[in-house]
């Protein structure tokens, strides 16, 4: 029998994305998060709802939930629950069959394979059999979305994957810490060089031309070296209101890891 219910822990964009995945594949899907996150590709993902109180991609709608005793009614509403619970406390009343770490810390916070029937970790930082059932790759290229029934996703090099031509040259990071302003939109174009955002009195300047794609919310408070959002050199014909390529593969992969496991 499937499992009747899916908790993934972080609601960024490639959490959103095995979320919309799942949901459209029939299972019921809870979300946690911190009660600040730094969440980038705002448009895309679900954990916008903590600062809006809800957000609809692609005809999903994702809301703020109090906590897991109301999850329930938010399921009942085909909504999926957000809830800020950096300490993931709500496992222990929800009881969700299949776990998925996407909180991306490039480590394991936490997540130990005996937390529910099936324990998913995305990218670098867990090892299938030893503290989680199952990791599902997330560095672009070839192997893009498998799954790793036995050791580990390829190793953190702090670099993105090519777009365009640029991998690093595409990110945005913050020069000092302090208050984050940003000066410009998501979905707009922008030319190398120009400013875009400010931490405190300092701005934040493109490497490259392009479409922004990604951007903090803006007054978060924040540290030197923050990604605060991310330029894409394709410019216009970019979609940013939609689920990437990226997200769409990897959450792929979550699904085909599930049905393994309960189909076999």
Same mark, same amino acid.
């Given at each position: 029998m499937l499992p009747r219910l899916v908790l993934i822990k972080g609601a960024g964009d490639? $959490?959103?994305? @095995? $979320?919309?995945?799942?949901?459209? !594949?029939?299972?019921? @899907? @809870?979300?946690l998060e911190l009660p600040a996150p730094l969440v980038v590709r705002t448009t895309v993902s679900f954990a916008s709802a903590v600062y809006e109180g809800s957000i609809e991609v692609e005809s999903l709608t994702a809301k703020l939930c109090p906590g897991p005793e109301e999850a329930a009614c938010c399921l009942s509403d085909d909504i999926i629950p957000v809830i800020v619970d950096p300490d993931a406390k709500s496992i222990d009343f929800l009881k969700p069959e299949v776990i998925i770490d996407a909180i991306m810390a490039k480590g394991n916070r936490l997540t130990k394979i005996t937390d529910a029937q099936l324990v998913i970790g995305l990218g670098p930082g867990f090892t299938a059999g030893l503290d989680c059932s199952a990791v599902i790759e997330t560095k672009r290229g070839h192997n893009l979305g498998k799954v790793i029934h036995s050791g580990s996703a390829a190793d953190?090099?702090?670099?993105?994957?090519?777009?365009?031509? +640029?991998? =690093?040259?595409?990110l945005l990071r913050a020069p000092a810490g302090g208050?984050? #302003?940003?000066? #410009?939109?998501?979905?707009?174009?922008?030319?190398?060089?120009?400013? @875009? $955002?400010?931490?405190?009195?300092?701005? =934040?300047?493109?490497?490259? !031309?392009g479409l922004i794609r990604g951007?903090? +919310?803006?007054?978060?408070? =924040?540290? $030197?070296?923050?990604?605060?959002?991310? =330029?894409?050199?394709?410019?216009?014909?970019?979609d940013y209101l939609t689920i990437s390529d990226k997200a769409r593969a990897i959450g792929g992969g979550v699904l085909e890891a599930i049905l393994y496991r309960y189909n076999r």
């Amino acid at each position: 029998m499937l499992p009747r219910l899916v908790l993934i822990k972080g609601a960024g964009d490639l $959490a959103s994305g @095995v $979320a919309h995945r799942l949901w459209f !594949s029939g299972f019921r @899907v @809870v979300m946690l998060e911190l009660p600040a996150p730094l969440v980038v590709r705002t448009t895309v993902s679900f954990a916008s709802a903590v600062y809006e109180g809800s957000i609809e991609v692609e005809s999903l709608t994702a809301k703020l939930c109090p906590g897991p005793e109301e999850a329930a009614c938010c399921l009942s509403d085909d909504i999926i629950p957000v809830i800020v619970d950096p300490d993931a406390k709500s496992i222990d009343f929800l009881k969700p069959e299949v776990i998925i770490d996407a909180i991306m810390a490039k480590g394991n916070r936490l997540t130990k394979i005996t937390d529910a029937q099936l324990v998913i970790g995305l990218g670098p930082g867990f090892t299938a059999g030893l503290d989680c059932s199952a990791v599902i790759e997330t560095k672009r290229g070839h192997n893009l979305g498998k799954v790793i029934h036995s050791g580990s996703a390829a190793d953190d090099t702090a670099e993105p994957g090519l777009i365009g031509g +640029y991998g =690093i040259e595409r990110l945005l990071r913050a020069p000092a810490g302090g208050t984050f #302003k940003p000066l #410009k939109n998501i979905g707009e174009t922008v030319k190398s060089g120009e400013a @875009v $955002a400010m931490v405190n009195d300092v701005p =934040i300047r493109t490497q490259i !031309s392009g479409l922004i794609r990604g951007m903090l +919310y803006p007054n978060l408070e =924040i540290k $030197a070296g923050t990604k605060v959002g991310d =330029i894409d050199p394709r410019g216009e014909e970019v979609d940013y209101l939609t689920i990437s390529d990226k997200a769409r593969a990897i959450g792929g992969g979550v699904l085909e890891a599930i049905l393994y496991r309960y189909n076999r």
